[in-house]
């Protein structure tokens, strides 16, 4: 990719977070839309681009009064909105549209508009997977993390602390759906979802939505809000199966993802400022540092148990509160890349004060998809 | 307990759920490179590309790779909490399963125990293959 040649312009989550049974699917996607066009002082009539996922990008762009030249319907799971926009990027640069919109709404809590948790039985996932009683992510998700424990000599009580540091971070954004202190006891005593896994080491389910808007980074000065710009990107797939991942202790996707984004934007982990890991359950943060290279393998742990992603730490992480005490729909993706924009223009409410680089990493579908996003709110 | 959400054959898979059914756990695996034995069944090789593959039966031998314990299990599974299991076969692949025949506990699960396969008729056509702790 180009470097640093796009700039987010507009971004913005749904106008209520949590339990809205009053507004179906495409409806969360249109009141982020018209949020995010508000933001960047545009109507629809101005965007000539579109991407989403969970929902068809033509219901989104005839539901909003958009006629797009590129339309992107990629679909991996929560991380899709990180393809989004590193293709929304490639697009841009090879001047196949100007202004690109990217849309999540998700009814996961309430279910308006909403499809359901299901796979063909004659797909892979429906032969070899389904007939083991795996629901949903709780049940998937997790299933590596027993092996990721004992090849790392990680506990238990290390899942527990990353909930629990998130958690003092929720504390102090207004919108996080939990806000309350916990121990790591807390964690431990929650009720039990799939062993080792308990319910407070597990996302929230809830509903809401959230859209960005790109443009060249020469157009983006000329915006009201001040331009937070992309300095490189990575994207990678592995399997659907969980059963089937290369190694059970590290992702591969996350690894492809992280290292070619790094490698796009020039930078070192140590330019990072601030860093967000798309946390589903609590032990992906705990992935994503060995794996995007924070941290040499086994030493994750100990880092987070160190306090260094925590409020005043060298690497704050997660810094909204994360799925586990922000906000989770379904799809998360969308809001760690909204905390990373919040976070660039200055604007978090647990703003980390001078940072100038944020590495906004996500993953999709059960550790199978994986896409990194690289800003600056440096100017090129 | 409603009926347990079971597969349905495709041509590419078909050997391996007849095997099922005959009491064989059928491998595949690639004779024009290196990369050996693999699964999910497929008619060629994911190393190499090759559609020179055969069929042959593995020897049901495999210890307890990761698994988690279901506390809520689907409608499907019953109402007691269950295993839900990947195994490490002796010719290499992995494979999802549950673990039957012993308590569905932490003690009783231990990582890389000896398991071997066994076999649960379904259906006339579906024969599941789980796993169970190998006798000493
Ligand atoms: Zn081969």
């Given at each position: 990719m180009k470097q640093k040649s796009v700039a987010v312009v507009g971004a913005a989550e749904t106008t209520r977070l949590g339990k809205i049974p009053d507004q179906s699917l495409i409806g969360l996607h249109a009141d982020a839309a018209l949020n995010a066009l508000a933001d960047a002082g545009l109507k629809p009539s101005d965007?000539?681009?579109?991407?989403?996922?969970?929902?068809?990008?033509?219901?989104?762009?005839?539901?909003?009064?958009?006629?797009?030249?590129?339309?992107?319907?990629?679909?991996?799971?929560?991380?899709?909105?990180?393809?989004?926009?590193?293709h929304a990027a490639a697009a841009i640069n090879e001047g196949l549209c100007k202004t690109v919109l990217i849309t999540h709404g998700e009814s996961g809590r309430s279910r308006v508009g909403a499809s359901g948790f299901a796979r063909a039985p004659s797909s892979l996932m429906g032969q070899f997977e389904m007939p083991y009683g795996v629901t949903s992510p709780p049940?998937?998700?997790?299933?590596?993390?027993?092996?990721?424990?004992?090849?790392?000599?990680?506990?238990?009580?290390?899942l527990a602390t990353v909930a629990v540091i998130q958690r003092e971070w929720a504390a102090k954004n207004p919108r996080a759906s939990f806000k309350d202190p916990i121990t790591v006891d807390d964690v431990l005593n929650s009720p039990m979802i799939a062993w080792p896994f308990r319910m407070l080491m597990c996302c929230l389910v809830t509903d809401g939505g959230g859209a960005l808007i790109l443009t060249s980074a020469d157009r983006a000065k000329d915006f009201p809000r001040k331009p937070v710009y992309v300095l490189g990107t990575g994207e990678s797939v592995e399997t659907p199966l969980v059963s089937q991942m290369e190694d059970f202790t590290t992702s591969k996707a996350f690894?492809?993802?992280?290292?070619?984004?790094?490698?796009?934007?020039?930078?070192?982990?140590?330019?990072?400022?601030?860093?967000?890991?798309?946390?589903?359950?609590?032990?992906?943060?705990?992935?994503?540092?060995?794996?995007?290279?924070?941290v040499e393998r086994g030493e994750a742990a100990a880092f987070v148990r160190e306090r260094n992603t925590?409020?005043?730490?060298?690497?704050?992480?997660?810094?909204?509160?994360?799925?586990?005490?922000?906000?989770?729909?379904?799809?998360?993706?969308?809001y760690a890349l909204q905390e990373s924009v919040?976070?660039?223009?200055?604007?978090?409410?647990?703003?980390?004060e001078g940072a100038k680089i944020s590495v906004c990493h996500g993953v999709g579908g059960m550790f199978a998809a994986a896409g990194t996003v690289i800003f600056s709110n440096e100017a090129p | 307990m409603s009926p347990r959400l079971l597969p349905e054959p495709t041509p590419e898979t078909r050997h391996?759920?007849?095997?099922?059914?005959?009491g064989e756990l059928r491998l595949q695996r690639c004779t024009e490179?290196?990369?050996?034995?693999?699964?999910?069944?497929?008619?060629?090789?994911?190393?190499?590309?090759?559609?020179?593959?055969?069929?042959?039966?593995?020897?049901g031998e495999a210890i307890l790779y990761s698994y988690v314990i279901n506390?809520?299990?689907?409608?499907?599974?019953?109402?007691?909490?269950?295993s839900i299991a990947v195994v490490q076969l002796a010719e290499g692949p992995r494979m999802m399963t549950n673990v039957v025949g012993c308590a569905q506990t932490p003690e009783a699960l231990q990582l890389d125990m000896p398991l071997k396969v066994t076999f649960e008729k379904q259906t006339d056509d579906i024969t599941l293959p789980f796993f169970t702790p190998a006798k000493g």
């Open positions: 965007i000539d681009g579109v991407a989403t996922a969970g929902e068809s990008p033509v219901a989104l762009a005839h539901y909003l009064g958009i006629t797009p030249t590129w339309a992107d319907g990629t679909s991996v799971g929560g991380c899709s909105f990180m393809l989004h926009v590193r049940t998937m998700f997790t299933v590596p993390v027993l092996r990721y424990l004992k090849a790392r000599g990680y506990t238990v009580e290390d690894r492809v993802s992280g290292k070619k984004a790094f490698d796009e934007a020039g930078i070192a982990h140590s330019d990072v400022d601030h860093l967000m890991i798309y946390d589903a359950f609590a032990h992906l943060p705990l992935y994503g540092l060995e794996d995007l290279g924070f925590a409020i005043g730490g060298r690497l704050p992480m997660n810094t909204n509160g994360g799925g586990l005490s922000y906000m989770h729909s379904g799809m998360y993706g969308m919040r976070q660039m223009r200055g604007i978090a409410p647990a703003q980390v | 391996f759920w007849d095997g099922c059914r005959e490179c290196e990369g050996g034995s693999y699964f999910p069944p497929r008619p060629f090789c994911p190393r190499c590309g090759s559609r020179k593959v055969e069929v042959y039966p593995a020897s506390h809520r299990p689907r409608p499907d599974m019953g109402t007691e909490p269950h």
